[in-house]
């Protein structure tokens, strides 16, 4: 199956997806920034799950329950430590896990913030590129996913994930052309 990617902005929590992404600490604690709206509108059950569960290794991702969000589950993809911030490594090694739990748990629609841009201090294009690649990775593949959708917080997020994903098309675009008339040259047509 091949899904979609899709790009908005808005609210996360208010999100009607199979799964929301938190983009987490290691020690599950819902600080700040995303894992705060979503602790605060999920309701305490959330935190009671991570405290459940237990720290986790930077770059990987945790499951629980959504509590009150219209989301079956939360997936905490933990970019950083607690009080540190994320890198490039981080953030695309917790997406790879978050997408890996998102399969596994059946999940068809994702909704996903600018993991590890917010507190952890990940540069907002960096962030953008890495997250689409991942995505454009993951759905070009079989899995269950039909829809991974970015859902950012204020428009000059959005308007970096845009100009990043518009980018990345342009040169799917133009590597597409170049094949097609590399093709006609071996042919010998125009």
Do not use: W
Request: proline residues 4%; negative net charge; contains cysteine.
């Amino acid at each position: 199956m091949n899904g979609r990617i899709v790009l908005l902005e808005g609210d996360i929590t208010a999100q009607e997806v199979d799964a929301v992404v938190n983009a987490a600490n290691s020690a599950l604690q819902l600080g700040a920034g995303v894992a705060e709206a979503i602790a605060s509108r999920g309701g305490p059950s959330i935190q009671a799950e991570c405290d459940a569960h237990g720290p986790i290794e930077v770059g990987a991702a945790a499951i629980t329950g959504a509590g009150d969000l219209p989301a079956r589950f939360v997936i905490h993809a933990a970019s950083m430590p607690p009080g540190g911030t994320a890198s490039e490594e981080s953030v695309r090694s917790s997406m790879r896990a978050s997408l890996v739990l998102a399969e596994a748990n059946g999940c068809e629609t994702l909704a996903v913030p600018a993991i590890g841009a917010g507190i952890a201090g990940f540069p907002m294009q960096r962030c953008a590129e890495v997250l689409l690649e991942e995505a454009r990775s993951h759905v070009a593949g079989d899995g269950s996913l039909g829809e991974i959708r970015f859902v950012l917080f204020g428009e000059p997020a959005y308007r970096v994930f845009e100009m990043v994903d518009d980018s990345a098309r342009v040169a799917e675009q133009m590597e597409r052309l170049a094949k097609q008339r590399a093709a006609r040259a071996e042919d010998g047509s125009c």
